[in-house]
């Protein structure tokens, strides 16, 4: 693994956005630029650090983590369901084909966790009659796995809302997505869910919950943007989690989680202006992400070269066929 100080040397290249003339318009998301070129999606992932939505700054290698690791991914889960990816020209780069994306994010949560007011294990807590339209057990602490493994979907998040409660049943009910569709998906995701928890508890890690988005193409589900990365699941350190069961204390995480509460402990949680990220906390975090490539895919991280603008040109100039 890239020791810190390696990682150090990169800080001030670490990618905040892409400007690639001819592709056509970009649409900027929290991790990454897209540019839209006929039917096909250039995703470019960038290292935009995304704690709270709102903190700006950058994580050296985090967008190639979270390329490979979600390429990785849907390669390992395709005899699931079909997936959008076309070709992976680059570190930071996946072609996509055009999806209809679905209205719904599927979360899905192997255990009773969070401590937002619309969190799974706030609602039990507080004595919410099937919270979620989920019949749970008596008797769950925090932290607690479930017996199997829940769906709680939320509608997608717009005007910086998020996690509207929503059941099951309710996505059908509202026309949001129709019954046959539905019970496809759902089934996809238990599976991809499972798939992940084998594969986290051979790399030492617990899959806690995670959130996968689908679409349609040409009329038939795929699943679409990231799949089990630190920025989309969140994963536990098995040997942590053992030691503190019982106890008030929390897992070591190691997702995004460990970004947050950085931020927390200096007093920021989403307003205002964020504090500036010393370098050497910088280099941990960037550490943090390749390590959970590392673990999860069992192959060593290998950054690609910089800069990374005019790598991703010529990338896509060197005989990448898209739209066509």
């Known amino acids: 693994m890239l020791s810190l100080s390696e990682i150090a040397t990169f800080i001030p290249n670490a990618l905040l956005h892409v400007d690639l003339p001819g592709l056509g318009p970009r649409s900027e998301g929290k991790v990454r630029d897209m540019y839209v070129v006929g039917d096909r999606r250039v995703l470019i992932t960038t290292d935009r650090v995304s704690a709270f939505d709102r903190v700006l700054g950058a994580i050296p290698f985090k967008g190639q983590v979270l390329n490979q690791l979600s390429a990785w991914w849907f390669e390992q889960t395709a005899d699931i369901v079909a997936n959008h990816v076309l070709s992976v020209p680059d570190p930071n780069v996946m072609i996509a084909a055009e999806a209809q994306a679905l209205p719904v994010e599927v979360i899905v949560r192997g255990y009773i966790t969070g401590v937002t007011s619309t969190s799974l294990w706030t609602l039990y807590r507080q004595g919410v009659p099937r919270p979620y339209g989920l019949d749970l057990p008596p008797g769950l602490r925090k932290n607690d796995p479930l017996p199997e493994p829940v769906i709680t979907p939320t509608t997608k998040a717009t005007g910086g809302a998020h996690d509207e409660r929503l059941t099951a049943a309710e996505v059908v009910e509202r026309g949001l997505v129709e019954p046959k569709l539905w019970a496809e998906i759902q089934a996809a995701a238990l599976a991809i869910f499972r798939r992940g928890q084998e594969v986290a508890r051979r790399a030492g890690l ?26 989309s699941s969140r994963f536990w350190v098995a040997e942590s989690y053992e030691a503190v069961q019982g106890t008030d204390q929390e897992p070591e995480s190691f997702d995004k989680e460990f970004l947050r509460l950085w931020f927390v402990q200096q007093g920021y949680r989403g307003e205002g202006v964020p504090p500036a990220m010393p370098p050497d906390f910088i280099a941990q975090v960037a550490q943090r992400y390749i390590a959970a490539y590392e673990r999860l895919t069992g192959q060593t991280f290998v950054p690609g070269e910089q800069p990374a603008a005019a790598r991703i040109a010529r990338a896509l100039a060197g005989g990448v066929r898209i739209g066509e």
Do not use: M, S, W
């Open 206 to 231: 617990i899959l806690v919950d995670t959130k996968y988005e689908f679409g349609l193409i040409n009329g038939r589900p795929a699943l679409i943007d990231e799949v089990h990365t630190p920025d």
